[in-house]
């Protein structure tokens, strides 16, 4: 058992981001472990990474984040509802970046 202060990171990020984002991570020291995952609004595919990390350096990890995880415009098809066909209209929306959660740990073990 450890007394040290630590912190879980829970961060969603996109799947072109991920190995860039855990490498980054990494080069620091921290424990990184990466799951797959899928987006709920547009079903794209992202991961989820599990950052352990002492209370100090979260500010660290979350900026190497937001360097490595960048915002983007991308174009969906929605169809118009006036028109007498159903031709599809490039919508753009913003995707990306990185959704962060922070738990404080009370306990952990390695065994």
Not at 31 to 54: D, M
Not at 92 to 103: D, L, R, S
């Amino acid at each position: 058992m450890s007394e040290s202060k630590k912190d879980l990171l829970i961060a969603v990020v996109q799947s072109q981001d991920a190995e860039s984002a855990q490498d980054g991570l990494k080069t620091l020291g921290m424990t990184v472990q990466r799951l797959p995952s899928v987006g709920g609004f547009l079903g794209r595919r992202n991961a989820t990474l599990l950052i352990g990390l002492p209370d100090d350096q979260r500010e660290q990890a979350e900026e190497v984040l937001r360097q490595n995880c960048r915002q983007r415009v991308e174009f969906i098809a929605v169809p118009l509802e006036s028109a007498p066909l159903p031709l599809p209209t490039p919508t753009p929306i913003t995707v990306g970046g990185a959704t962060i959660f922070a738990i404080e740990v009370e306990y952990y073990e390695e065994i």
